[in-house]
């Protein structure tokens, strides 16, 4: 991106006469450039974008923007990285390729639409060709390159005073255990679904259940993740394939679905999308456990033995159901196979609201011990101490 950014600015004709670039930038190349890329608008960025993916007038073609893709999504990592600037979080490859870098270039790149509203679908449309006019929709369309550029900009070279926010970018991470842990998401990873989340939700992500932290149990699970508010489930299965869901509001252990349109399911590996609501049915979130006529388990979107996404209360196997789609969120399969096992599940609060309700709510050891809470919830026995509280005292 040194050279990207280096040639662009050179290439940039002030005269408004065609000219080879120089071999050195003025200073008044370098203020343009940087004008257009940090404060200017999808005109103004996309002028400077062509220059610094290609010497030759445009057009340029599809393939030339996919590497500039990745190049950009790459350098943003090692900026990242380099400036100590990770907030808790950790590079992190897949099982083979594509990598994290180039699963996330992809999904950018994919927000292009070519000539006429065509999606580049294939390798045989990265012939295609890319004018200004389709550069500056796509900055349009994909934010994430505008900042992107902006982090590279600010983070890599600092070079100018920054009002870029990065905990809206990426979230701190808090785990509270003292043992090692490495969760299933990376950092790109993160970025991609926290842009997906209302900007109060988005400066931290507290872990809430882990698999391999606190063991292979719907017990466990329901214990951890029940009345702690907005969360993200999150699974890795046998195949490596990790995809999951934003719960927009507490999971509740109950026999009826819950929820509002602003859950979503997600793919992270080996593709990046986000599939939001339909509005044909409100399947949001489901969490059921002791019952002999219903479904037990966890579930988003689609209907019962058919769900977009579910946890089967026998732990550690799931479905994924969609042909064609889940009705709820306009998803495909997300696993590998519909069927499925799973080597990890993570769950994270988001905000810094998560467990408030606890904390402020109540005097009972049920209300701060989640697990012993969901275990009474599950039997079907009443809390008699309900109606015996005290007044919380105002904080």
């Known amino acids: 991106m040194v050279t990207r950014l280096y040639d662009g600015m050179r290439r940039v004709d002030l005269t408004g006469k065609a000219m080879r670039p120089s071999d050195s930038v003025s200073q008044e190349q370098f203020t343009v ?38 190049d950009l999504v790459g350098s943003v990592v090692h900026v990242l990285n380099y400036r100590q600037e990770l907030r808790g979080w950790t590079q992190k490859r897949g099982p083979g390729p594509p990598s994290r870098v180039q699963v996330l270039a992809a999904q950018l790149f994919s927000e292009m639409d070519l000539r006429g509203g065509e999606k580049i679908l294939g390798p045989q449309q990265l012939d295609c060709e890319c004018d200004r006019a389709t550069i500056e929709d796509w900055v349009f369309r994909a934010p994430h390159v505008a900042t992107f550029l902006s982090v590279v900009i600010h983070r890599g070279f600092l070079l100018l005073c920054s009002s870029l926010d990065l905990t809206t970018l990426v979230p701190e991470c ?67 394939q990790v995809f999951g869901g934003f719960a927009s509001c507490s999971w509740e252990v109950r026999p009826q679905f819950q929820g509002d349109d602003a859950c ?94 606890q904390a402020k709510s109540s005097k009972s050891i049920l209300d701060v011990d989640p697990e012993a809470q969901a275990l009474l919830e599950i039997s079907g026995r009443s809390r008699h101490s309900e109606g015996l509280r005290d007044v919380p005292e105002d904080e």
Request: with cysteine; glycine share 8%.
């Open 33 to 70: 450039s940087m004008s257009h890329l940090l404060k200017g608008n999808s005109e103004e960025k996309s002028l400077v974008i062509l220059k610094m993916i290609s010497a030759t007038e445009c057009p340029v073609k599809a393939r030339e923007v996919q590497k500039f893709t990745e």
């Open 264 to 357: 979503f399911l997600f793919s992270i590996y080996p593709r990046m999308a986000v599939y939001t609501s339909t509005g044909y049915n409100d399947h949001y979130m489901y969490l059921n456990h002791g019952q002999q006529t219903i479904p037990n388990g966890l579930g988003m979107g689609g209907q019962h033995s058919y769900f977009g996404l579910w946890i089967d209360v026998d732990f550690g196997k799931g479905h994924s159901k969609a042909k064609p789609k889940c009705t709820t969120y306009n998803s495909p399969q997300l696993s590998a196979q519909e069927n499925f096992s799973f080597k990890k599940m993570e769950v994270w609060a988001v905000g810094d609201s998560s467990g408030s309700q």
């Open 174 to 240: 808090h785990v509270d255990q003292e043992r090692v842990f490495e969760s299933i998401l990376d950092v790109l990873s993160v970025i991609y679904i926290n842009s997906h989340l209302r900007r109060e939700q988005q400066g931290r992500w507290h872990l809430l259940f882990s698999s391999e932290l606190h063991g292979h149990s719907f017990a466990q699970l329901c214990g951890h993740i029940t009345h702690r508010g907005p969360c993200v489930l999150l699974l890795e299965d046998h195949d490596g």
